[in-house]
C-alpha cells in the first residue's frame, strides 16, 4: 500500500522560510514524479510544483517561482519542497502526490497523480 507522510508546518511570519518532507513507500519511488499542491480555506486544491521521476526537470506555479524549490532525494524516498520568502497568501494546507505511471514528468494535473499524502499546515502571519 502506497503512503506518503509529510511533515514540516507551522506558523510561520511573512519573510521567514519553510522547509516541507514527505516520505513515500510502498513504490519503488525512483520511478515517480512527486508534486506538491496546496488548499487554502474555501479554494480548490492548487499546485505548487512539480519534479520527474529523475529529479532533472521541476516545474513551479507563476506565483512561487524563484522562492520555492521541490528536490527529491530518491536514496531516501523524499521530496522536499523548500519555501523561501513566505507571504502570508502562501498559508494552506500544502499536500504531497505521487504520479500514477512510470517516468512521469511533474505535471501540474490532479488527474497524473493517484496517492496523496494527508497534509501539513503552514501558516503565514503579516
Known amino acids: 500500500q502506497v503512503q506518503l507522510v509529510e511533515s514540516g508546518g507551522g506558523l510561520l511570519q511573512a519573510g521567514d522560510s519553510l522547509r516541507l518532507s514527505c516520505t513515500a513507500s510502498?513504490?519503488?519511488?525512483?520511478?515517480?514524479?512527486m508534486a506538491w499542491f496546496r488548499q487554502a480555506p474555501g479554494k480548490e486544491r492548487e499546485f505548487v510544483a512539480g519534479?520527474?521521476?529523475?529529479?532533472?526537470?521541476?516545474h513551479y506555479v507563476d506565483s512561487v517561482k524563484d522562492r520555492f524549490t521541490i528536490s527529491r532525494d530518491n536514496v531516501r524516498n523524499t521530496v522536499y519542497l523548500q519555501m523561501n520568502s513566505l507571504k502570508p497568501e502562501d498559508a494552506a494546507d500544502y499536500y504531497c502526490?505521487?504520479?500514477?505511471?512510470?517516468w512521469g514528468s511533474g505535471s501540474s494535473r490532479v488527474s497524473d497523480y493517484d496517492y496523496w499524502g494527508q497534509g501539513t499546515q503552514v501558516t503565514v502571519s503579516s
Open positions: 502526490a505521487i504520479g500514477k505511471r512510470f
Open positions: 510502498g513504490r519503488t519511488f525512483s520511478r515517480y514524479a
Open positions: 519534479i520527474d521521476w529523475s529529479g532533472t526537470a521541476t
